[in-house]
């Protein structure tokens, strides 16, 4: 019943969008976090698309998750773990 009122919406507004949104690359291929466009974090070169340094493509997708999202993924890279997200594009 609280779904038919809103609540998820309202759930989604207050943790998500009014919280930690960030957009960030989603490499289509192997599913994890590429480099941002215009980013210097890698090396010294600066990238004009979003490119995923393990596949060496530009093939990303820009997704909304959250940044403590992006946090996990990164600390478990960091202890080795690779967390792999599939996307799909948004059809329109
Ligand atoms: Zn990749």
Redesign the pocket.
């Known amino acids: 019943m609280a779904v038919a009122h809103g609540a998820s919406a309202f759930a989604k507004d207050r943790m998500f969008e009014q919280s930690d949104y960030y957009v960030a690359p989603i490499?289509k291929?192997?599913?994890?976090i590429?480099i941002p466009a215009n980013s210097k974090t890698y090396g010294t070169s600066v990238y004009r698309k979003a490119r995923?340094p393990?596949?060496k493509?530009s093939e990303v997708v820009e997704t909304e998750i959250p940044y403590s999202t992006k946090r996990l993924v990164q600390m478990a890279q960091g202890m080795h773990i690779k967390l792999k997200m599939n996307v799909v594009p948004k059809s329109t």
Do not use: I, L, R
């Not at 291929?29 to 994890?32: E, L, P, Q, V």
């Open positions: 490499c291929t192997c599913g994890t590429a995923c393990s596949c493509t």
